[in-house]
Protein backbone atom coordinates (compact mmCIF):
# COMPACT_ATOMS: atom_id res chain seq x y z
CA UNK A 1 0.00 0.00 0.00
CA UNK A 2 0.95 3.43 -0.62
CA UNK A 3 -0.28 6.32 0.36
CA UNK A 4 -1.78 8.33 -2.21
CA UNK A 5 -4.46 10.19 -0.76
CA UNK A 6 -3.58 14.23 -1.41
CA UNK A 7 -6.09 15.20 -3.89
CA UNK A 8 -5.55 18.42 -6.58
CA UNK A 9 -8.18 20.54 -6.83
CA UNK A 10 -7.64 22.91 -10.32
CA UNK A 11 -10.71 24.95 -9.54
CA UNK A 12 -11.67 24.47 -13.27
CA UNK A 13 -14.81 22.40 -14.23
CA UNK A 14 -14.52 18.76 -15.57
CA UNK A 15 -16.66 16.89 -18.72
CA UNK A 16 -15.43 14.55 -20.85
CA UNK A 17 -15.24 15.37 -24.72
CA UNK A 18 -16.98 14.11 -26.93
CA UNK A 19 -15.71 11.09 -27.84
CA UNK A 20 -15.47 10.26 -24.21
CA UNK A 21 -18.68 10.47 -23.92
CA UNK A 22 -19.49 8.34 -26.68
CA UNK A 23 -17.73 5.63 -25.00
CA UNK A 24 -19.09 6.65 -21.53
CA UNK A 25 -22.15 6.04 -22.75
CA UNK A 26 -21.33 2.74 -25.09
CA UNK A 27 -20.02 0.79 -22.24
CA UNK A 28 -22.36 2.02 -19.65
CA UNK A 29 -24.84 -0.22 -21.17
CA UNK A 30 -22.31 -3.61 -20.85
CA UNK A 31 -22.66 -3.84 -17.13
CA UNK A 32 -25.92 -4.64 -14.57
CA UNK A 33 -24.87 -1.45 -12.35
CA UNK A 34 -23.62 1.70 -13.06
CA UNK A 35 -20.86 1.64 -10.10
CA UNK A 36 -18.98 -0.37 -12.69
CA UNK A 37 -18.11 2.51 -14.91
CA UNK A 38 -15.75 3.97 -12.01
CA UNK A 39 -12.72 2.19 -13.39
CA UNK A 40 -13.79 2.90 -17.10
CA UNK A 41 -14.38 6.44 -16.22
CA UNK A 42 -10.95 6.79 -14.46
CA UNK A 43 -9.25 5.88 -17.51
CA UNK A 44 -11.37 7.98 -20.02
CA UNK A 45 -10.57 10.83 -17.07
CA UNK A 46 -7.06 9.91 -17.53
CA UNK A 47 -6.82 9.56 -21.44
CA UNK A 48 -8.54 12.62 -21.57
CA UNK A 49 -6.18 14.84 -18.95
CA UNK A 50 -3.16 12.44 -18.23
CA UNK A 51 -4.12 12.87 -14.66
CA UNK A 52 -7.10 13.13 -12.28
CA UNK A 53 -8.17 16.19 -10.31
CA UNK A 54 -10.75 16.06 -7.68
CA UNK A 55 -13.08 17.91 -9.93
CA UNK A 56 -12.65 15.00 -12.34
CA UNK A 57 -13.80 12.99 -9.50
CA UNK A 58 -16.55 14.73 -8.58
CA UNK A 59 -18.11 14.41 -12.12
CA UNK A 60 -17.73 10.91 -12.47
CA UNK A 61 -19.44 10.63 -9.56
CA UNK A 62 -22.14 12.89 -10.88
CA UNK A 63 -22.33 10.70 -14.40
CA UNK A 64 -22.54 7.67 -12.27
CA UNK A 65 -24.60 8.49 -9.52
CA UNK A 66 -22.50 7.75 -6.99
CA UNK A 67 -21.08 8.80 -3.93
CA UNK A 68 -17.95 10.80 -4.68
CA UNK A 69 -15.99 8.99 -1.79
CA UNK A 70 -16.61 5.38 -4.26
CA UNK A 71 -15.10 7.21 -6.59
CA UNK A 72 -12.14 8.42 -4.72
CA UNK A 73 -11.68 5.14 -2.72
CA UNK A 74 -11.13 3.06 -6.38
CA UNK A 75 -8.88 6.15 -7.88
CA UNK A 76 -6.55 6.34 -4.79
CA UNK A 77 -6.02 2.82 -4.72
CA UNK A 78 -5.39 1.93 -8.13
CA UNK A 79 -2.03 3.51 -8.82
CA UNK A 80 -2.08 3.88 -12.30
CA UNK A 81 -4.35 6.35 -11.34
CA UNK A 82 -1.99 9.67 -11.55
CA UNK A 83 -3.19 12.15 -9.10
CA UNK A 84 -0.98 14.83 -10.34
CA UNK A 85 0.38 15.69 -13.31
CA UNK A 86 3.18 13.65 -14.94
CA UNK A 87 6.16 14.82 -17.43
CA UNK A 88 5.50 14.70 -21.23
CA UNK A 89 7.69 11.73 -20.98
CA UNK A 90 6.60 9.12 -18.07
CA UNK A 91 9.05 6.29 -17.58
CA UNK A 92 8.60 3.41 -16.30
CA UNK A 93 10.85 1.05 -15.14
CA UNK A 94 10.36 -2.50 -13.71
CA UNK A 95 11.76 -3.42 -10.22
CA UNK A 96 10.59 -6.32 -9.48
CA UNK A 97 12.36 -9.83 -9.42
CA UNK A 98 13.45 -10.59 -13.01
CA UNK A 99 14.69 -7.35 -13.94
CA UNK A 100 16.49 -6.76 -11.00
CA UNK A 101 17.92 -9.92 -11.63
CA UNK A 102 19.00 -8.71 -15.08
CA UNK A 103 20.59 -4.79 -13.73
CA UNK A 104 17.52 -2.89 -13.74
CA UNK A 105 19.27 -0.39 -11.48
CA UNK A 106 21.87 0.47 -14.30
CA UNK A 107 19.27 2.12 -16.28
CA UNK A 108 17.92 3.52 -13.41
CA UNK A 109 21.39 5.23 -12.37
CA UNK A 110 21.66 6.08 -15.90
CA UNK A 111 18.39 8.27 -15.88
CA UNK A 112 19.21 9.87 -12.51
CA UNK A 113 22.19 10.99 -13.83
CA UNK A 114 21.08 11.91 -17.51
CA UNK A 115 17.96 13.68 -16.55
CA UNK A 116 18.53 14.36 -12.91
CA UNK A 117 15.30 12.55 -11.51
CA UNK A 118 15.02 9.68 -9.52
CA UNK A 119 11.86 7.07 -9.01
CA UNK A 120 8.38 9.88 -7.94
CA UNK A 121 10.18 12.47 -8.87
CA UNK A 122 9.13 15.14 -12.24
CA UNK A 123 12.38 17.24 -13.97
CA UNK A 124 11.54 20.54 -13.63
CA UNK A 125 10.74 21.43 -17.06
CA UNK A 126 8.16 19.33 -16.73
CA UNK A 127 9.47 16.99 -20.07
CA UNK A 128 10.66 13.64 -17.64
CA UNK A 129 9.19 11.93 -15.00
CA UNK A 130 9.67 8.38 -13.40
CA UNK A 131 8.57 5.82 -12.00
CA UNK A 132 9.52 2.28 -10.83
CA UNK A 133 6.70 -0.02 -11.11
CA UNK A 134 6.33 -3.51 -10.33
CA UNK A 135 6.74 -6.76 -12.48
CA UNK A 136 5.16 -5.95 -16.09
CA UNK A 137 4.55 -9.06 -17.34
CA UNK A 138 7.90 -8.98 -19.33
CA UNK A 139 9.84 -10.75 -17.44
CA UNK A 140 11.82 -13.01 -20.14
CA UNK A 141 12.60 -10.02 -22.38
CA UNK A 142 13.93 -8.07 -19.15
CA UNK A 143 14.60 -5.42 -18.06
CA UNK A 144 11.95 -3.60 -19.13
CA UNK A 145 10.90 0.29 -19.50
CA UNK A 146 7.64 1.46 -20.57
CA UNK A 147 7.44 5.19 -22.14
CA UNK A 148 4.07 6.50 -22.05
CA UNK A 149 2.72 3.11 -21.91
CA UNK A 150 5.35 1.42 -24.94
CA UNK A 151 6.68 -1.33 -24.00
CA UNK A 152 10.51 -1.52 -24.41
CA UNK A 153 11.91 -4.49 -23.30
CA UNK A 154 15.87 -5.91 -23.43
CA UNK A 155 16.97 -2.53 -22.03
CA UNK A 156 20.25 -1.59 -21.13
CA UNK A 157 21.90 1.97 -20.36
CA UNK A 158 22.62 2.29 -24.71
CA UNK A 159 19.53 1.05 -25.67
CA UNK A 160 17.77 3.88 -23.01
CA UNK A 161 20.31 6.50 -24.27
CA UNK A 162 19.11 5.71 -27.63
CA UNK A 163 15.85 5.80 -26.99
CA UNK A 164 15.73 9.18 -25.13
CA UNK A 165 17.52 10.31 -28.18
CA UNK A 166 14.76 10.12 -30.24
CA UNK A 167 13.03 12.11 -27.73
CA UNK A 168 15.07 15.31 -27.91
CA UNK B 1 10.88 -30.50 -26.56
CA UNK B 2 9.04 -27.64 -27.49
CA UNK B 3 5.29 -28.38 -28.88
CA UNK B 4 2.56 -26.62 -30.53
CA UNK B 5 -0.51 -27.12 -29.34
CA UNK B 6 -1.76 -23.68 -27.98
CA UNK B 7 1.16 -21.73 -29.83
CA UNK B 8 0.71 -22.95 -32.67
CA UNK B 9 -0.35 -19.67 -34.58
CA UNK B 10 1.99 -17.62 -32.28
CA UNK B 11 4.54 -17.54 -35.37
CA UNK B 12 2.03 -16.45 -38.14
CA UNK B 13 2.43 -13.43 -39.31
CA UNK B 14 -1.24 -11.20 -38.11
CA UNK B 15 -3.09 -14.66 -36.66
CA UNK B 16 -4.67 -11.64 -34.18
CA UNK B 17 -6.85 -10.91 -37.26
CA UNK B 18 -9.45 -13.11 -38.17
CA UNK B 19 -9.29 -13.37 -41.45
CA UNK B 20 -6.15 -15.19 -41.14
CA UNK B 21 -6.68 -16.70 -37.83
CA UNK B 22 -9.47 -18.28 -39.44
CA UNK B 23 -7.45 -19.66 -42.30
CA UNK B 24 -6.27 -21.67 -39.35
CA UNK B 25 -8.79 -23.06 -38.12
CA UNK B 26 -10.04 -20.41 -35.69
CA UNK B 27 -13.85 -20.88 -34.41
CA UNK B 28 -13.82 -24.14 -36.23
CA UNK B 29 -15.03 -26.19 -33.60
CA UNK B 30 -18.16 -24.22 -32.73
CA UNK B 31 -20.46 -26.79 -34.96
CA UNK B 32 -19.39 -29.47 -32.83
CA UNK B 33 -20.15 -27.02 -29.56
CA UNK B 34 -23.64 -26.61 -30.44
CA UNK B 35 -24.20 -30.36 -31.14
CA UNK B 36 -23.69 -31.24 -28.25
CA UNK B 37 -25.41 -31.26 -24.63
CA UNK B 38 -23.63 -28.34 -22.41
CA UNK B 39 -22.83 -31.10 -20.01
CA UNK B 40 -21.36 -33.12 -22.38
CA UNK B 41 -18.49 -30.52 -23.23
CA UNK B 42 -17.91 -30.18 -19.06
CA UNK B 43 -17.78 -34.26 -18.80
CA UNK B 44 -15.43 -33.70 -21.77
CA UNK B 45 -12.88 -30.82 -20.22
CA UNK B 46 -13.18 -32.97 -17.05
CA UNK B 47 -12.18 -35.96 -18.51
CA UNK B 48 -9.17 -33.30 -20.34
CA UNK B 49 -7.92 -33.16 -16.90
CA UNK B 50 -7.49 -29.68 -17.41
CA UNK B 51 -6.22 -27.72 -14.58
CA UNK B 52 -6.54 -23.67 -14.13
CA UNK B 53 -3.07 -22.32 -15.25
CA UNK B 54 -3.81 -18.97 -13.32
CA UNK B 55 -1.60 -20.59 -10.27
CA UNK B 56 -3.63 -22.80 -7.98
CA UNK B 57 -4.52 -26.08 -10.38
CA UNK B 58 -7.91 -26.51 -9.84
CA UNK B 59 -9.27 -29.00 -12.51
CA UNK B 60 -11.28 -26.66 -14.78
CA UNK B 61 -14.32 -29.27 -15.17
CA UNK B 62 -14.86 -29.45 -11.69
CA UNK B 63 -15.08 -26.13 -11.02
CA UNK B 64 -18.07 -25.24 -13.38
CA UNK B 65 -19.55 -28.54 -11.80
CA UNK B 66 -19.82 -26.07 -8.57
CA UNK B 67 -22.37 -23.92 -10.48
CA UNK B 68 -25.64 -24.25 -8.51
CA UNK B 69 -28.93 -24.75 -11.03
CA UNK B 70 -31.74 -22.99 -11.36
CA UNK B 71 -31.00 -20.05 -9.33
CA UNK B 72 -32.90 -18.03 -11.23
CA UNK B 73 -29.89 -15.69 -11.43
CA UNK B 74 -27.68 -15.03 -14.51
CA UNK B 75 -24.45 -16.93 -14.50
CA UNK B 76 -20.94 -14.86 -15.36
CA UNK B 77 -17.58 -15.99 -16.37
CA UNK B 78 -14.50 -13.62 -15.36
CA UNK B 79 -11.65 -14.74 -17.29
CA UNK B 80 -8.71 -13.42 -15.32
CA UNK B 81 -6.20 -11.80 -17.54
CA UNK B 82 -4.23 -9.65 -15.00
CA UNK B 83 -1.27 -11.77 -14.82
CA UNK B 84 0.53 -9.83 -12.40
CA UNK B 85 2.49 -12.57 -10.24
CA UNK B 86 6.32 -11.68 -10.69
CA UNK B 87 8.05 -13.90 -13.52
CA UNK B 88 4.69 -14.82 -15.21
CA UNK B 89 4.10 -13.42 -18.61
CA UNK B 90 2.72 -16.18 -20.61
CA UNK B 91 -1.13 -15.29 -21.18
CA UNK B 92 -0.19 -11.89 -22.80
CA UNK B 93 1.25 -14.03 -25.46
CA UNK B 94 -2.51 -15.45 -26.24
CA UNK B 95 -3.71 -11.92 -26.14
CA UNK B 96 -1.81 -10.78 -28.97
CA UNK B 97 -1.03 -13.38 -30.63
CA UNK B 98 -4.06 -15.56 -30.54
CA UNK B 99 -6.85 -13.85 -29.31
CA UNK B 100 -9.67 -15.56 -31.01
CA UNK B 101 -8.47 -18.84 -29.73
CA UNK B 102 -9.05 -16.93 -26.25
CA UNK B 103 -12.17 -15.86 -27.48
CA UNK B 104 -13.23 -19.38 -29.10
CA UNK B 105 -12.17 -21.27 -25.75
CA UNK B 106 -14.73 -18.18 -23.56
CA UNK B 107 -17.50 -19.49 -26.28
CA UNK B 108 -17.04 -23.33 -25.77
CA UNK B 109 -17.11 -22.52 -21.53
CA UNK B 110 -20.38 -19.84 -22.33
CA UNK B 111 -22.20 -23.20 -23.75
CA UNK B 112 -20.90 -25.87 -20.75
CA UNK B 113 -21.67 -23.19 -18.09
CA UNK B 114 -25.03 -21.81 -19.68
CA UNK B 115 -23.55 -17.68 -19.78
CA UNK B 116 -24.06 -15.02 -21.76
CA UNK B 117 -21.81 -11.99 -20.32
CA UNK B 118 -18.50 -12.75 -20.26
CA UNK B 119 -15.53 -10.25 -18.49
CA UNK B 120 -12.35 -10.12 -19.32
CA UNK B 121 -10.11 -8.51 -16.40
CA UNK B 122 -6.81 -7.39 -18.06
CA UNK B 123 -3.90 -5.72 -16.14
CA UNK B 124 -3.93 -1.79 -16.91
CA UNK B 125 -0.12 -1.80 -17.71
CA UNK B 126 -0.91 -4.04 -20.64
CA UNK B 127 -1.77 -1.36 -22.89
CA UNK B 128 -0.92 -2.36 -26.47
CA UNK B 129 -2.41 -5.50 -25.58
CA UNK B 130 -5.87 -4.66 -24.62
CA UNK B 131 -5.63 -2.61 -28.21
CA UNK B 132 -5.34 -6.18 -29.96
CA UNK B 133 -7.75 -8.24 -27.72
CA UNK B 134 -10.98 -5.31 -28.17
CA UNK B 135 -10.07 -5.45 -31.90
CA UNK B 136 -10.59 -9.00 -32.08
CA UNK B 137 -13.30 -8.70 -30.13
CA UNK B 138 -15.17 -5.97 -32.67
CA UNK B 139 -14.23 -8.51 -35.51
CA UNK B 140 -15.77 -11.80 -33.93
CA UNK B 141 -18.68 -9.18 -33.18
CA UNK B 142 -18.24 -7.99 -36.67
CA UNK B 143 -18.51 -11.41 -37.96
CA UNK B 144 -21.39 -12.80 -36.03
CA UNK B 145 -18.86 -14.98 -33.45
CA UNK B 146 -19.98 -13.03 -30.63
CA UNK B 147 -23.37 -10.90 -29.42
CA UNK B 148 -26.92 -11.90 -30.02
CA UNK B 149 -26.30 -15.37 -32.00
CA UNK B 150 -23.24 -16.80 -31.97
CA UNK B 151 -22.34 -18.57 -35.39
CA UNK B 152 -26.19 -18.02 -35.88
CA UNK B 153 -27.22 -20.14 -32.94
CA UNK B 154 -29.95 -19.00 -30.14
CA UNK B 155 -27.47 -18.03 -27.96
CA UNK B 156 -26.18 -15.26 -26.89
CA UNK B 157 -22.26 -14.29 -26.07
CA UNK B 158 -21.31 -10.84 -25.10
CA UNK B 159 -17.83 -10.05 -23.77
CA UNK B 160 -16.30 -6.80 -22.34
CA UNK B 161 -12.42 -6.23 -21.50
CA UNK B 162 -12.27 -4.32 -17.93
CA UNK B 163 -9.33 -2.93 -17.34
CA UNK B 164 -7.50 -2.97 -14.11
CA UNK B 165 -5.07 -0.13 -12.69
CA UNK B 166 -1.62 -1.42 -11.31
CA UNK B 167 -3.15 -3.38 -8.53
CA UNK B 168 -1.32 -7.30 -8.32
CA UNK B 169 -4.14 -8.81 -6.02
CA UNK B 170 -6.87 -7.88 -8.30
CA UNK B 171 -5.56 -11.50 -9.89
CA UNK B 172 -7.38 -12.87 -7.07
CA UNK B 173 -10.07 -13.97 -8.08
CA UNK B 174 -12.61 -12.47 -5.08
CA UNK B 175 -10.87 -8.95 -5.39
CA UNK B 176 -10.77 -9.32 -9.45
CA UNK B 177 -14.56 -8.97 -8.91
CA UNK B 178 -14.64 -6.30 -6.31
CA UNK B 179 -12.98 -4.50 -8.99
CA UNK B 180 -15.73 -4.99 -11.78
CA UNK B 181 -18.26 -3.61 -9.79
CA UNK B 182 -16.03 -0.23 -9.15
CA UNK B 183 -14.59 -0.88 -5.32
CA UNK B 184 -11.03 -1.29 -4.65
CA UNK B 185 -9.40 -4.75 -4.87
CA UNK B 186 -9.74 -5.79 -1.41
CA UNK B 187 -10.13 -9.92 -1.38
CA UNK B 188 -13.54 -11.15 -0.18
CA UNK B 189 -13.89 -14.06 2.72
CA UNK B 190 -14.93 -17.42 1.38
CA UNK B 191 -17.23 -18.76 1.31
CA UNK B 192 -19.59 -17.89 -0.30
CA UNK B 193 -17.71 -19.12 -3.08
CA UNK B 194 -17.59 -17.59 -6.12
CA UNK B 195 -19.51 -20.64 -7.79
CA UNK B 196 -22.36 -19.73 -5.95
CA UNK B 197 -22.07 -15.94 -5.01
CA UNK B 198 -19.73 -14.53 -7.02
CA UNK B 199 -20.00 -10.70 -9.23
CA UNK B 200 -23.37 -8.93 -8.44
CA UNK B 201 -23.82 -12.00 -5.84
CA UNK B 202 -24.45 -13.97 -9.16
CA UNK B 203 -23.11 -17.86 -9.72
CA UNK B 204 -19.46 -17.11 -11.31
CA UNK B 205 -16.66 -19.35 -12.79
CA UNK B 206 -13.22 -17.33 -12.66
CA UNK B 207 -10.52 -19.01 -15.01
CA UNK B 208 -7.38 -17.99 -15.67
CA UNK B 209 -6.72 -16.73 -19.77
CA UNK B 210 -4.59 -19.67 -20.70
CA UNK B 211 -7.49 -22.35 -19.08
CA UNK B 212 -10.00 -20.76 -21.35
CA UNK B 213 -7.63 -20.95 -24.26
CA UNK B 214 -6.76 -24.54 -23.71
CA UNK B 215 -10.30 -25.35 -24.46
CA UNK B 216 -10.85 -25.24 -28.25
CA UNK B 217 -7.73 -27.35 -28.86
CA UNK B 218 -9.93 -30.36 -26.36
CA UNK B 219 -12.68 -30.19 -27.87
CA UNK B 220 -11.70 -29.86 -31.71
CA UNK B 221 -9.45 -33.28 -30.78
CA UNK B 222 -11.05 -34.82 -27.85
CA UNK B 223 -9.85 -35.05 -24.13
CA UNK B 224 -7.40 -37.78 -25.07
CA UNK B 225 -5.41 -36.03 -27.53
CA UNK B 226 -4.84 -33.44 -24.74
CA UNK B 227 -3.86 -36.25 -22.10
CA UNK B 228 -1.31 -37.78 -24.18
CA UNK B 229 0.32 -34.83 -23.44
CA UNK B 230 2.24 -34.68 -19.93
CA UNK B 231 2.08 -36.94 -17.75
CA UNK B 232 -1.24 -38.69 -15.53
CA UNK B 233 -2.74 -36.19 -13.06
CA UNK B 234 -0.65 -33.38 -14.96
CA UNK B 235 -2.46 -33.76 -18.41
CA UNK B 236 -1.65 -31.30 -21.29
CA UNK B 237 0.99 -28.59 -22.30
CA UNK B 238 2.22 -25.44 -20.71
CA UNK B 239 3.30 -21.88 -21.47
CA UNK B 240 6.33 -21.58 -19.73
CA UNK B 241 8.15 -18.34 -19.16
CA UNK B 242 11.99 -18.78 -18.18
CA UNK B 243 13.57 -15.79 -17.39
CA UNK B 244 16.63 -14.69 -14.94
CA UNK B 245 19.80 -16.13 -15.68
CA UNK B 246 19.35 -18.15 -18.40
CA UNK B 247 21.08 -17.71 -22.15
CA UNK B 248 17.51 -17.77 -23.93
CA UNK B 249 14.73 -16.41 -21.18
CA UNK B 250 11.46 -16.48 -22.76
CA UNK B 251 8.07 -18.43 -23.40
CA UNK B 252 7.87 -21.72 -24.19
CA UNK B 253 5.40 -24.23 -24.96
CA UNK B 254 5.79 -27.78 -23.44
CA UNK B 255 3.93 -30.86 -22.21
CA UNK B 256 4.42 -31.26 -18.54
CA UNK B 257 6.23 -33.51 -16.40
CA UNK B 258 10.00 -33.01 -18.30
CA UNK B 259 13.02 -32.87 -16.09
CA UNK B 260 13.69 -29.36 -15.06
CA UNK B 261 17.16 -29.07 -14.78
CA UNK B 262 16.36 -30.72 -18.87
CA UNK B 263 14.29 -27.67 -19.73
CA UNK B 264 16.40 -25.08 -18.35
CA UNK B 265 19.69 -26.67 -19.85
CA UNK B 266 18.11 -27.72 -23.56
CA UNK B 267 15.15 -25.02 -24.12
CA UNK B 268 16.37 -22.51 -22.45
CA UNK B 269 20.21 -22.40 -23.30
CA UNK B 270 21.88 -23.26 -19.57
CA UNK B 271 22.81 -20.66 -16.95
CA UNK B 272 24.08 -17.78 -18.84
CA UNK B 273 27.98 -16.32 -18.75
CA UNK B 274 29.19 -19.78 -17.91
CA UNK B 275 27.98 -18.80 -14.21
CA UNK B 276 27.05 -22.14 -12.08
CA UNK B 277 23.75 -22.42 -10.97
CA UNK B 278 22.32 -21.68 -7.79
CA UNK B 279 18.69 -22.05 -7.08
CA UNK B 280 15.43 -22.24 -9.12
CA UNK B 281 12.04 -20.75 -8.44
CA UNK B 282 9.93 -23.17 -10.09
CA UNK B 283 6.54 -21.15 -10.50
CA UNK B 284 6.38 -17.73 -10.18
CA UNK B 285 7.76 -15.59 -7.57
CA UNK B 286 5.36 -16.87 -4.73
CA UNK B 287 6.53 -20.62 -5.06
CA UNK B 288 9.26 -21.91 -2.26
CA UNK B 289 12.98 -21.74 -4.10
CA UNK B 290 14.70 -25.36 -5.13
CA UNK B 291 18.23 -25.46 -4.30
CA UNK B 292 20.57 -26.69 -7.08
CA UNK B 293 19.93 -30.67 -5.74
CA UNK B 294 16.14 -30.63 -5.81
CA UNK B 295 16.53 -28.98 -9.00
CA UNK B 296 17.93 -31.89 -10.63
CA UNK B 297 15.12 -34.38 -9.61
CA UNK B 298 11.85 -32.25 -9.99
CA UNK B 299 9.91 -32.33 -12.90
CA UNK B 300 7.58 -30.15 -14.46
CA UNK B 301 4.41 -30.88 -13.10
CA UNK B 302 1.90 -30.88 -10.41
CA UNK B 303 2.67 -33.81 -8.29
CA UNK B 304 6.53 -33.78 -8.52
CA UNK B 305 6.41 -29.99 -7.34
CA UNK B 306 4.65 -31.12 -4.24
CA UNK B 307 6.57 -33.83 -3.99
CA UNK B 308 9.67 -31.13 -3.64
CA UNK B 309 7.17 -28.79 -0.75
CA UNK B 310 6.99 -26.06 -3.42
CA UNK B 311 4.76 -25.17 -6.31
CA UNK B 312 4.11 -25.47 -10.10
CA UNK B 313 1.99 -22.16 -9.43
CA UNK B 314 1.78 -19.74 -12.72
CA UNK B 315 5.21 -22.04 -14.73
CA UNK B 316 6.76 -18.97 -14.14
CA UNK B 317 10.54 -20.39 -13.79
CA UNK B 318 13.70 -18.15 -12.60
CA UNK B 319 16.85 -19.06 -12.88
CA UNK B 320 19.46 -17.76 -9.97
CA UNK B 321 22.94 -17.80 -10.51
CA UNK B 322 25.67 -18.36 -8.25
CA UNK B 323 25.84 -14.53 -7.90
CA UNK B 324 22.42 -13.95 -6.17
CA UNK B 325 22.29 -12.46 -2.73
CA UNK B 326 19.71 -14.22 -1.26
CA UNK B 327 19.27 -11.80 0.90
CA UNK B 328 18.85 -8.79 -1.62
CA UNK B 329 16.42 -11.00 -3.42
CA UNK B 330 14.29 -11.28 -0.06
CA UNK B 331 14.59 -8.22 0.51
CA UNK B 332 12.76 -7.71 -3.53
CA UNK B 333 10.60 -10.18 -2.82
CA UNK B 334 9.08 -8.34 0.29
CA UNK B 335 9.04 -4.95 -1.07
CA UNK B 336 6.80 -6.23 -4.09
CA UNK B 337 4.17 -8.40 -1.50
CA UNK B 338 4.26 -5.25 0.96
CA UNK B 339 3.50 -2.70 -1.85
CA UNK B 340 1.00 -5.05 -3.52
CA UNK B 341 -0.93 -5.49 0.28
CA UNK B 342 -4.36 -4.16 0.24
CA UNK B 343 -4.25 -3.53 3.38
CA UNK B 344 -7.49 -5.06 4.56
CA UNK B 345 -5.83 -7.47 6.99
CA UNK B 346 -3.40 -6.75 9.75
CA UNK B 347 -1.10 -9.24 9.61
CA UNK B 348 -0.28 -8.91 5.70
CA UNK B 349 -0.41 -5.32 5.74
CA UNK B 350 1.76 -4.58 8.91
CA UNK B 351 3.36 -8.00 9.24
CA UNK B 352 5.17 -7.62 5.81
CA UNK B 353 6.28 -4.17 6.64
CA UNK B 354 7.92 -5.73 9.84
CA UNK B 355 9.55 -7.89 7.76
CA UNK B 356 11.03 -5.10 5.21
CA UNK B 357 12.53 -3.50 7.87
CA UNK B 358 14.27 -6.33 9.43
CA UNK B 359 15.41 -7.16 6.06
CA UNK B 360 17.10 -3.50 5.66
CA UNK B 361 18.10 -3.80 9.22
CA UNK B 362 20.33 -7.16 8.29
CA UNK B 363 21.32 -5.51 4.62
CA UNK B 364 22.45 -2.36 6.56
CA UNK B 365 24.89 -4.51 8.55
CA UNK B 366 23.11 -3.67 11.57
CA UNK B 367 20.75 -6.76 12.15
CA UNK B 368 21.58 -9.44 15.10
CA UNK B 369 20.93 -13.49 14.61
CA UNK B 370 17.81 -12.81 16.67
CA UNK B 371 16.09 -10.68 13.65
CA UNK B 372 16.87 -13.81 11.26
CA UNK B 373 14.69 -15.90 13.67
CA UNK B 374 12.36 -12.92 14.21
CA UNK B 375 12.06 -12.98 10.41
CA UNK B 376 11.27 -17.23 10.57
CA UNK B 377 8.79 -16.67 13.11
CA UNK B 378 6.66 -14.30 11.63
CA UNK B 379 6.43 -15.98 8.14
CA UNK B 380 4.88 -18.27 10.72
CA UNK B 381 2.60 -16.00 11.78
CA UNK B 382 1.43 -14.28 9.48
CA UNK B 383 0.54 -17.42 6.67
CA UNK B 384 -3.41 -18.09 6.91
CA UNK B 385 -4.52 -15.72 8.82
CA UNK B 386 -5.65 -13.24 6.36
CA UNK B 387 -8.71 -13.24 4.12
CA UNK B 388 -6.62 -14.19 1.05
CA UNK B 389 -3.57 -15.85 0.40
CA UNK B 390 -1.22 -12.89 -0.59
CA UNK B 391 0.44 -12.80 2.80
CA UNK B 392 1.12 -16.20 2.29
CA UNK B 393 2.38 -15.52 -1.00
CA UNK B 394 5.23 -13.57 0.46
CA UNK B 395 6.46 -15.62 3.68
CA UNK B 396 6.37 -19.26 1.78
CA UNK B 397 9.11 -18.13 -0.72
CA UNK B 398 10.92 -15.83 2.35
CA UNK B 399 10.64 -19.29 4.98
CA UNK B 400 12.15 -21.06 1.60
CA UNK B 401 15.34 -18.91 1.77
CA UNK B 402 15.72 -18.69 5.03
CA UNK B 403 15.57 -22.18 5.59
CA UNK B 404 17.60 -23.08 2.67
CA UNK B 405 20.27 -20.30 2.78
CA UNK B 406 20.08 -19.55 6.08
CA UNK B 407 23.84 -18.76 6.32
CA UNK B 408 23.75 -15.90 3.38
CA UNK B 409 21.61 -14.28 6.42
CA UNK B 410 23.35 -15.35 9.35
CA UNK B 411 26.47 -13.57 7.59
CA UNK B 412 24.77 -10.60 7.59
CA UNK B 413 23.75 -10.48 11.54
CA UNK B 414 27.11 -11.74 12.41
CA UNK B 415 29.77 -9.92 10.49
CA UNK B 416 27.68 -6.61 10.75
CA UNK B 417 28.61 -5.86 7.17
CA UNK B 418 26.29 -3.98 5.03
CA UNK B 419 25.69 -4.88 1.76
CA UNK B 420 26.83 -1.80 0.16
CA UNK B 421 30.09 -2.54 1.97
CA UNK B 422 30.34 -6.01 0.62
CA UNK B 423 29.94 -4.67 -3.21
CA UNK B 424 33.29 -2.47 -2.06
CA UNK B 425 34.83 -5.15 -0.86
CA UNK B 426 35.08 -4.59 2.88
C1 LIG C 1 -2.65 -12.59 -4.73
C2 LIG C 1 -3.12 -13.44 -5.87
C3 LIG C 1 -2.87 -13.05 -7.17
C4 LIG C 1 -3.33 -13.82 -8.25
N1 LIG C 1 -3.06 -13.39 -9.53
C5 LIG C 1 -3.55 -14.11 -10.57
C6 LIG C 1 -3.35 -13.68 -11.91
O1 LIG C 1 -2.71 -12.65 -12.15
N2 LIG C 1 -3.87 -14.40 -12.93
C7 LIG C 1 -4.59 -15.55 -12.69
O2 LIG C 1 -5.08 -16.16 -13.63
N3 LIG C 1 -4.79 -15.99 -11.44
C8 LIG C 1 -4.31 -15.31 -10.37
N4 LIG C 1 -4.55 -15.75 -9.10
C9 LIG C 1 -5.36 -16.98 -8.93
C10 LIG C 1 -6.84 -16.66 -8.95
O3 LIG C 1 -7.28 -16.33 -7.65
C11 LIG C 1 -7.68 -17.85 -9.42
O4 LIG C 1 -7.29 -19.00 -8.71
C12 LIG C 1 -7.55 -18.16 -10.90
O5 LIG C 1 -7.75 -17.04 -11.69
C13 LIG C 1 -8.58 -19.22 -11.28
O6 LIG C 1 -8.44 -19.60 -12.63
P1 LIG C 1 -7.89 -21.02 -13.04
O7 LIG C 1 -8.62 -22.02 -12.19
O8 LIG C 1 -8.20 -21.14 -14.48
O9 LIG C 1 -6.44 -21.02 -12.74
C14 LIG C 1 -4.07 -15.01 -8.01
C15 LIG C 1 -4.29 -15.40 -6.70
C16 LIG C 1 -3.83 -14.63 -5.63
C17 LIG C 1 -4.10 -15.09 -4.24
S1 LIG D 1 9.99 -8.66 -13.31
FE1 LIG D 1 10.12 -6.98 -14.67
S2 LIG D 1 8.61 -7.50 -16.11
FE2 LIG D 1 8.39 -9.11 -14.67
Known amino acids: ?168 | MEVKILSEKFDIENAHLLEVAKKHGAYSTLDKLFAMEPAAVTEEVKKSGLRGRGGAGFPAGVKWGFLPKDTGKPTYLAVNSDESEPATFKDRYILVRDPHMLLEGIIICCWAIGCNDVYIYIRGEYTTQVKVLQQAIDEAYAAGYLGDKVAGQDFRVDVTVHRGAGAYVCGEETALLESIEGKKGQPRSKPPFPAVEGLYSSPTIINNVQTIASLPFILTNGHEAYTAYGTEKSPGTHLFGISGHVEKPGMYELPLGLPLMEVIDKVAGGVWKGRKLKGVIPGGSSTPVLTVEEAKTVTLDYESMAAHKTMFGSGGIVVLDETVDCVKLVENLINFYHHESCGQCTPCREGLGWMKKITKKLLAGQGTLADVDLLRELCDNIEMKTVCVLSAACTMPVRSYLDKFRHEFEAYAIDNVSADAKLQGN
Open chain 1, 1 to 168: MSDRSELIITGKPFAFDAERDAEFERLVKRYPIRESMILPALWLTQEQEGWISAEAMAYIADRIGTYASKVYEAATFYTMFNLEPKGQYHICVCRTLSCWLREKQEIVDYLAKEIGIRPGEISEDGRFSLEEVECLGHCGTAPVVQLNGEFHEEMDVDKMKALLATLK
